[in-house]
C-alpha cells in the first residue's frame, strides 16, 4: 500500500495537528459508545465516564510510545462489554465484576512472559490476517446498526438517521475522492460537525451537565471473587486476546513493519497490565482495535506519532466533567454514520491485500475466508439462552468465533502441503 507517511515519520505541525484530530474524534467515538454500561446516579454515571476516558487515553499513549508502537486506536472490550450486561442481568455484584477483569488481565500478562506468544503469532498466515480486517466489519454492523436507529428512536429520528447515512456516506466518499494529502483527514471531522449540528438543530434532546461523583470513589469498593464470574470472563478474555492479537497482527502485516514478535508481545502486555488498571477502578477494559487499517487507507497517513497528541488529550479530557458530558453527547447516529464508512474502508483495505498477497488461489483458499465471514454473522445473531451461560460471552462473541473457524479452516481443514 502506498502511503504519504510511514510508521515512524515525523509530522510537520500543521499536518500533525490535522491527523491528531481524526484520532482524537476516533477515539472519543468509541469510548462514548461504551459509557452506557455505567449504573448508579448521573453523577457516578459521569464519573465513569471520566475513568474510561483517563484509563484508554493513558493505554493509547503507552501503546504508541513503548507497547506495540503502532497507529491503533485502544477503546473498551466489547467482549467484556457483554460479560459486563450479562452478570449484570444475573444479579452479580459489580465489585466481583470488575475484581474478574482484574484478574482476566493479570492472565492474559502473565501468558505474554516465556516463549508462548512467540507460537502464538504463527497462526498467523495473510489469508487468516485478511478475515481479521473483513471481520470487524461485518461484526460490528448490529452495533453500527443500533446506533444508526436506537430503539428508543422516534419516526422523526429514524427518517433523519436514513437520510443522514445515504447522504452521509455518500458524501464522505465523494471528499475522500476529491480531496488531496491531508486533507483526506477532514473527512470525518467535517462529517462529525455537520451531523451533530443537524441533528440537535431538528431535534432538542440534550440534557443539563451534571457534577461528577467524589475521587474517593475511583478504585472499585472492595475486590470479591466469585468462581462463576472468574471462569465466564476468563472465557471473555480468550476472545479479547484474539481480538488484541488480530488488530495488531493485521495493520502490521498492512503495514510490512519489522519486529513484529516483540512488537506483538510488548502490546498484548500493555493490553493485560491495562485491564487491571481498569478493573481496579471499575471501568471495562481495553483492546486494540482492528478499525485502524481502515482510517490509514482512506488518509495514507501511518505514523504512529500522530496518535501522542490525540491520546494527550482523550486523557486530558477526563479532567474536566463538562467536557466529558459534550464528547459523550455525540448523537448516535452521527457515530453509525461515521463507523459504517470507515468500515467500508476496512473491507477496501483487506481487498487489497488481498489482491497483493495472492491469498485465493484455490475454491478451498476462498472457503478458508468466506465461510468464516458466514459463521461470524450467526453466532454474532444467535439468540441468547441456547447456550450455557459459562460459554455464552465467547460463543456469542461473532469476531472471537470467525476468527477462530477461520483458524481451523486454514491449519486443519483447508491446510496446504
Aim: charged share 10%.
Amino acid at each position: 500500500m502506498k502511503l504519504k507517511y510511514n510508521i515512524e515519520d515525523r509530522l510537520p505541525v500543521g499536518q500533525l495537528i490535522i491527523y491528531a484530530m481524526q484520532w482524537f474524534i476516533l477515539a472519543v467515538a468509541v469510548v462514548a459508545t461504551s459509557v452506557f454500561v455505567a449504573e448508579g446516579s448521573p453523577g457516578e454515571k459521569l464519573f465513569y465516564a471520566q475513568k474510561m476516558f483517563a484509563v484508554m487515553g493513558i493505554a493509547g499513549l503507552i501503546q504508541v510510545l513503548w507497547g506495540h508502537r503502532m497507529p491503533l486506536v485502544v477503546g473498551p472490550a466489547a467482549v467484556l462489554l457483554v460479560g459486563v450486561l450479562s452478570s449484570l442481568g444475573a444479579g452479580a455484584e459489580s465489585s466481583a465484576i470488575y475484581s474478574s477483569i482484574a484478574l482476566g488481565g493479570a492472565v492474559i500478562t502473565l501468558l505474554t512472559f516465556g516463549g508462548m506468544m512467540r507460537y502464538v503469532q504463527r497462526l498467523f498466515t495473510p489469508r487468516i490476517v485478511v478475515v481479521i480486517l473483513m471481520l470487524i466489519a461485518f461484526t460490528l454492523s448490529p452495533v453500527i446498526k443500533n446506533l444508526i436507529f436506537p430503539v428508543s428512536a422516534t419516526p422523526e429520528m429514524n427518517t433523519f438517521a436514513l437520510i443522514f447515512t445515504l447522504v452521509g456516506c455518500l458524501g464522505m466518499v465523494i471528499l475522500n475522492r476529491v480531496l488531496k494529502g491531508v486533507a483526506k483527514s477532514l473527512v470525518i471531522p467535517i462529517a462529525l460537525v455537520v451531523g451533530s449540528v443537524a441533528y440537535y438543530a431538528l431535534f432538542d434532546t440534550t440534557t443539563m451537565a451534571t457534577t461528577a461523583a467524589s475521587l474517593d470513589n475511583l478504585l472499585i469498593d472492595s475486590f470479591s471473587f466469585d468462581w462463576g464470574l472468574i471462569v465466564a470472563f476468563v472465557i471473555c478474555y480468550i476472545a479479547l486476546l484474539i481480538n488484541d492479537i488480530g488488530s495488531i497482527e493485521s495493520l502490521g502485516a498492512m503495514l510490512s513493519v519489522d519486529g513484529m514478535p516483540k512488537r506483538l508481545k510488548s502490546g498484548v502486555r500493555i493490553t493485560g497490565i491495562m485491564n487491571i488498571v481498569a478493573g481496579s477502578v471499575g471501568v471495562l477494559g481495553p483492546v486494540n482495535y482492528s478499525m485502524s487499517p481502515g482510517v490509514i487507507a482512506s488518509t495514507g497517513c501511518a505514523s504512529r506519532w500522530a496518535l501522542v497528541p490525540a491520546t494527550l488529550l482523550l486523557s486530558l479530557c477526563a479532567l474536566s466533567p463538562d467536557v466529558i458530558w459534550v464528547l459523550t453527547n455525540i448523537p448516535n447516529p452521527v457515530i453509525g454514520v461515521i463507523l459504517l464508512f470507515l468500515m467500508g474502508t476496512q473491507l477496501a483495505a483487506g481487498f487489497e491485500m488481498l489482491h497483493s498477497t495472492s491469498s485465493v488461489r484455490s475454491f478451498a483458499d476462498g472457503m478458508t475466508i468466506g465461510l468464516p465471514l458466514m459463521m461470524a454473522m450467526l453466532f454474532q445473531l444467535m439468540p441468547r439462552g441456547i447456550v450455557p451461560s459459562v460459554v455464552e460471552p465467547l460463543l456469542c462473541n461473532g469476531f472471537a468465533m470467525g476468527v477462530i473457524v477461520v483458524i481451523v479452516l486454514e491449519h486443519v481443514v483447508n491446510r496446504s502441503k
